[in-house]
């Protein structure tokens, strides 16, 4: 009698598939390269490591993003001007596209500064040259005193002392110039500068978005 060997062929047929696809899994993931990570005592971005980070408190986010008590990082860069205890990122309301960056909670600083009757400081470091008699926490990050504007405890040069307004969402402005996170926004008019909604804002000419030109 003779026996139908049609699906004994299927059955090896199948056998032989999934121990190809086993394989491939199994050699994927040995090729396989994470964002970050951390080993023996030292973060990794790509294998890359990554100076100054503090491990213990070295938390990856997702996303591109990780941070520690001292920095946020995106890409294995550091964000200059992010306050790593206010970041976080949060869900958004729509479907991202291809290359777009995660929306963040941006990490506006209103009480970091400390002033004693004859220094300033941010957090526990002393600002050098502030003026601790004339100084003023004006938000944001942003203070100010007689003759001098900071940014986190850093001073902004060419930024004039009385005339340095806070707007919001990380945005300020003096006579001759619109601020974003202590950087100079360029091209942008002061006079017109004002601020919309989650990070946009324009003046009679232009639309920016966190501190960028955009729509041009």
Request: no cysteine.
């Amino acid at each position: 009698m003779r026996t139908n060997s049609f699906p004994r062929f299927f059955r090896h047929l199948t056998a032989t598939v999934v121990l190809i696809w086993s394989f491939a899994t199994a050699l994927s993931a040995q090729n396989y390269t994470p964002e970050y990570s951390v080993r023996g005592g030292v973060a990794y971005y790509h294998n890359r490591p990554m100076r100054y980070t503090d491990v213990h408190t070295f938390t990856i986010l997702g996303h591109g993003y990780a941070k520690d008590r001292f920095n946020v990082y995106l890409n294995g860069q550091i964000l200059a001007y992010v306050d790593p205890v206010f970041f976080r990122l949060k869900a958004s309301d729509h479907q991202p596209f291809p290359g777009d960056e995660p929306p963040f909670e941006e990490p506006y600083v209103t009480t970091d500064y400390f002033k004693t009757s004859n220094a300033v400081f941010f957090r526990g470091r002393k600002i050098k040259n502030a003026d601790a008699d004339s100084f003023q926490d004006l938000g944001d990050g942003y203070a100010r005193d007689m003759f001098r504007v900071f940014f986190m405890g850093e001073q902004m040069t060419g930024v004039n002392s009385d005339a340095l307004q806070t707007l919001g969402q990380g945005y300020a402005k003096d006579i001759f110039r619109v601020y974003y996170f202590g950087r100079r926004i360029e091209g942008a008019n002061p006079d017109s500068f004002k601020i919309l909604r989650d990070g946009y804002a324009e003046d009679t000419f232009h639309t920016y978005y966190r501190g960028q030109r955009v729509g041009d």
